[in-house]
């Protein structure tokens, strides 16, 4: 029956409508990719604008006298960290399936798309656009050191600590859980980096600020002496920039341009930047009855970095929490760090490193993974980035202190780095 | 014959292609939403960045002195604006289909996507989309508010204000329209908002600024002091920044990404913006001999506003027009609110309101929609949410005039918000 | 047999398929169109950001008495550079099949998207998207030579001469290349413009400071007076958003969002201009033994200027040595216009001319286009624009000073054109 009635012509037909099925399926997963892909580059221009959001607000948090100096440092930075994550840290970072599970892997220096990685599919993008986004993610982690030591801190030893942390200690660490290492294994979780990243940066700033010691008259016999930043309108700049960056930093971790999961990530990051603003603003006011700008910024801050580990797992009621809690931790932190003596110029530890912490764990405690279990996987991931972390920065600033130095002299923090180090005023008004 | 022929194999073997052809329609309509709801999220994101714009371009147009206050007032409003849309502006505005051509409806609090809703098509965007795109809108009316208020409104007063501005009164008359109620019944037509948004901004400016009364020393018995401001770079970014943030408030109100649509609106925005500095800059010149920045930026401004009723609906050559005649406004309406002793520091009413009616108008004398009965439409709908809009915004400012006060003291409006509410100096150069 | 199997409802059936899958192949096309058309409507947006970005550069390198004007120029020239090129400068660019491998054409004034131009294909894109892309790019050539006749030049004739020099000037070499004209049809390869944009703004600059002159007391006998800007953070965060749009200079120049094409050329774009950072950075300090802020700063935007004519062509590692080399060029160069003594206050032609050629030529050295009969079309390339360009900016600049005038009096360089021309002053601090 077959035989009679598919004839040669029946199954040419039968054939060539295959054919163009089969073409027409071949360009659907095209288009697909071609829209996946270009979010993702996106994304990559979004998370670049952050570095410009860093400066601004570092620049604005420092005093007059150092302004220079930091926008130098911040210059540098995205460019070291692009050279240096294209140099070995996108292969430390994305050793390859070999490495699944483990501590370490290389991939080898340099970009190495093999025969087809620069146009077929490396999941939802590009061999290209991988490397790029995660190259911008890189630069951050120094971006957060660096305004933790503003102000006193040797240029050459910042810039020296700046690349190793970047190319060496960051790619490991972030090995462990987007590399398909142990923490992957294990079960720990960190969507968009609230420890991978700003935790990382926090611990590097925490480790560079307990060695390099306060600004000069921080800390005195009188009590602590606050030292105002030379600019607001440019702090406040700044974290509107890095709120505007994060819809990448966080809409990109997607990984592709999934309709349900980013557009739920716009909404939960943004409801955790607004609560942390509000959490922020009822708690400085509650506790020193004033309308403190900088708490309200570093409030939208520590909930954007609180959102970050979990923003594809939390319901928006759920994402207002989170940062809700953020921005009441904010202004506790800062006075808490103050009264450690550590001294931190635009507050990087309280945001990246404790509202990291916080973010991290609240996957364990609410949206979809939450659980005892869960819970337990968090705290080992936090305590195990955080110790090598800790450790890569402190050895490494150690390191430094005893051979080039890592501070200026007091006539320098007194003049200012701008005048010392670049021979530059900021401005001239 | 058809039982004979149309065998067990052959209707397999059909069955089979016509299968997966429906596999392939079913995976194009993905990919196209994938991309439509794309294009709305980083629209939502570019509408962010307006809140960044109006930030700096208000800051930049105050005193020193007030410059803590205004950006602390517009980091708190967009957290308070996603949060109380959140609660129930986006149930209020958008109620669904059951209050169609009616005055008012209530989808209830917070976000209900439904069953599918975070996946499925709602339009070609998903319901958290849909969300995170009006939200970042609704913040922009208190905006407006914020500037016209500056230099002399009380913290509390202003955030009370926003909070239900935002919350109740402009969801309200956004549904009239955006939410099938009653003036989208009648035909009243506005793209992306020049009534919806910009006026009632501008409403609410008007009506708070009569209540307030001028600045100390602004119109005295010598005649109209001008009070420059602070920071002309400031504000210039602040514009720029808006420019910029406007292809995602016009582009986006596309509601998808329809190629033709929007690109066309990406061509009159730029126009109308172009033309809008083109006007008043000649215009200023011819009037009172003087290049002057602030006219130019406000005719951006308002070459903007006056395109975006009708972004869709003009050709580009109307849009110069329509941009040209904004421009031409500008410069005749600050003087004519200043002759009024209303006093506005920013040029918001002059902007957003003037120009919002104009752009309203437009649309029934130019473009695609423009004949009288049109035209009559666009008059209602500018009168009735005028009158809803100025009645809430007097009344609700009223009642706090008469509880909580709605202005700073003399003394403290002379030394300046910044020292007496926050404690802060804008700059320590 | 054919006959026989294939009967009406077999053919039927057949047919229905085959319209089922055209119908499938249709929207397909629609759906790609749709996601290109959406990149390069972003891209333009990205390219409007250049525009803030370099206001904000200028008005920083700059000094004080002289913010507003430029401030005030850089409004006004995006504001005509899209008008012209509206009315004129986009028909003499791309004049159409007609005019392949001429001089010159012209299409008419205004937009002509004929019948189905707005909604079909245009290559990968609307005509109007093409329009806008294409038009902002245009206004950029007169936004380098803003830069360079800072704080000396008259208004009305800088005003003059963006107009003549954006609408007719810049097309019609930009027609040789990008409008299939002469030297496209030679062989002359420049991906994104760094000779038939940077360069072309560079040589407007270069002989518009020829005969303008230097600023007064910068070339004195006792040596070169250094003349600092007024503010390095608002310069810096003009580099960082200058950065940051030219992922949609360069990513847009794919005209498509061909995921292959575009993500190479992110990273050769970012790769670019860190290693432009880094060459500045190290050249300037091996010279001058100083952190030159500045120098690293223009680094970066000389290695963007560099990268642009072959950034699809270059490889990543090929990239970091076109940056490298542009960076080095940068304070080298500088040195030698201010040694010829030619007065350009934001290193202009350093950038855009220098850079712009080293970009160029290097596509003739590295990267897949390399060789000898490529190297020799580059310069040629080189040489034509830069003979037309130089020539017309002479000529129209050199009738401007015989006629209105274009340096304003000593005594009013001396106060500044702040007051003198705008009669307002960038800060009340």
Same mark, same amino acid.
């Given at each position: 029956?077959?035989?009679?009635?598919?004839?040669?012509?029946?199954?040419?037909?039968?054939?060539?409508? &295959?054919?163009?099925?089969?073409?027409?399926?071949?360009?659907?997963?095209?288009?697909?990719?071609?829209?996946?892909?270009?979010?993702?580059?996106?994304?990559?221009?979004?998370?670049?604008?952050?570095?410009? %959001? *860093?400066?601004?607000?570092?620049?604005?948090?420092?005093?007059?006298?150092?302004?220079?100096?930091?926008?130098?440092?911040? @210059?540098?930075?995205?460019?070291?960290?692009?050279?240096?994550?294209?140099?070995?840290?996108?292969?430390?970072?994305?050793?390859?399936?070999?490495?699944?599970?483990?501590?370490?892997?290389?991939?080898?220096?340099?970009?190495?798309?093999?025969?087809?990685?620069?146009?077929s599919a490396y999941g939802d993008y590009t061999y290209y656009t991988d490397f790029i986004f995660q190259a911008m993610f890189a630069a951050t982690c120094a971006t957060i050191v660096s305004g933790a030591v503003a102000e006193r801190i040797k240029?050459?030893? *910042?810039?020296?600590?700046?690349?190793?942390?970047?190319?060496?200690?960051?790619?490991?660490?972030?090995?462990?859980?987007?590399?398909?290492?142990?923490?992957? &294994?294990?079960? *720990?979780?960190?969507?968009?980096?609230?420890?991978?990243?700003?935790?990382?940066g926090g611990w590097g700033a925490l480790a560079a600020v307990m060695l390099l010691g306060p600004r000069l008259g921080k800390y005195t016999s009188k009590g602590i002496k606050p030292i105002p930043g030379h600019s607001m309108p440019m702090a406040?700049?700044?974290?509107?920039?890095?709120?505007?960056?994060?819809?990448?930093?966080?809409?990109?971790?997607?990984?592709?341009?999934?309709?349900?999961?980013?557009?739920?990530?716009?909404?939960?990051?943004?409801?955790?930047?607004?609560?942390?603003?509000?959490?922020?603003?009822?708690?400085?006011?509650?506790?020193?009855?004033?309308?403190?700008?900088?708490?309200?910024?570093?409030?939208?801050? %520590? %909930?954007?970095?609180?959102?970050?580990?979990?923003?594809?797992?939390?319901?928006?009621?759920?994402?207002?929490?989170?940062?809700?809690?953020?921005?009441?931790?904010?202004?506790?932190?800062?006075?808490?760090?103050?009264? &450690?003596?550590?001294?931190?110029?635009?507050? @990087?530890?309280?945001?990246?490193?404790?509202c990291g912490i916080w973010g991290t764990l609240a996957v364990g405690l609410l949206g979809s993974k939450a659980g005892m279990d869960q819970f337990i996987n968090q705290l080992i991931g936090i305590g195990a980035v955080g110790l090598f972390t800790?450790?890569?920065?402190?050895?490494?600033?150690?390191?430094?202190?005893?051979?080039?130095?890592?501070?200026?002299?007091?006539?320098?923090?007194?003049?200012?780095?701008?005048?010392?180090?670049?021979?530059?005023? &900021?401005?001239?008004?």
């Amino acid at each position: 029956m077959i035989d009679t009635l598919l004839t040669h012509d029946n199954i040419a037909l039968a054939g060539d409508l &295959a054919n163009r099925i089969d073409a027409n399926t071949s360009a659907i997963t095209e288009t697909t990719f071609l829209s996946n892909n270009l979010w993702i580059m996106v994304a990559a221009a979004l998370v670049f604008v952050m570095h410009l %959001g *860093f400066s601004a607000l570092e620049a604005g948090f420092v005093r007059r006298k150092n302004v220079v100096n930091i926008l130098f440092k911040n @210059a540098m930075i995205i460019a070291i960290g692009l050279l240096s994550y294209w140099l070995c840290g996108f292969g430390l970072m994305y050793p390859g399936e070999a490495f699944s599970g483990s501590f370490f892997g290389f991939a080898g220096f340099g970009l190495n798309p093999g025969e087809t990685g620069q146009t077929s599919a490396y999941g939802d993008y590009t061999y290209y656009t991988d490397f790029i986004f995660q190259a911008m993610f890189a630069a951050t982690c120094a971006t957060i050191v660096s305004g933790a030591v503003a102000e006193r801190i040797k240029l050459e030893a *910042f810039l020296l600590f700046s690349t190793l942390f970047v190319a060496i200690s960051y790619p490991i660490t972030g090995m462990w859980k987007w590399g398909y290492g142990w923490l992957d &294994a294990l079960g *720990f979780y960190d969507f968009a980096g609230s420890t991978l990243v700003h935790s990382v940066g926090g611990w590097g700033a925490l480790a560079a600020v307990m060695l390099l010691g306060p600004r000069l008259g921080k800390y005195t016999s009188k009590g602590i002496k606050p030292i105002p930043g030379h600019s607001m309108p440019m702090a406040a700049i700044g974290v509107f920039l890095l709120w505007f960056g994060w819809y990448g930093f966080n809409g990109g971790s997607v990984l592709s341009a999934d309709p349900a999961g980013v557009s739920l990530v716009f909404v939960t990051t943004s409801l955790a930047a607004a609560a942390g603003a509000v959490g922020a603003f009822l708690t400085s006011f509650t506790l020193f009855k004033s309308h403190d700008l900088s708490m309200v910024l570093n409030g939208i801050l %520590g %909930g954007l970095v609180g959102i970050t580990a979990g923003a594809d797992q939390m319901s928006p009621n759920e994402a207002v929490i989170v940062g809700l809690v953020a921005g009441v931790i904010i202004p506790i932190s800062v006075v808490a760090f103050d009264k &450690a003596k550590l001294d931190d110029p635009v507050g @990087a530890t309280s945001v990246h490193l404790v509202c990291g912490i916080w973010g991290t764990l609240a996957v364990g405690l609410l949206g979809s993974k939450a659980g005892m279990d869960q819970f337990i996987n968090q705290l080992i991931g936090i305590g195990a980035v955080g110790l090598f972390t800790f450790t890569f920065a402190f050895l490494l600033f150690f390191l430094l202190k005893k051979t080039i130095g890592i501070r200026v002299h007091d006539e320098e923090e007194d003049r200012g780095l701008d005048i010392i180090e670049h021979d530059m005023s &900021a401005y001239n008004l």
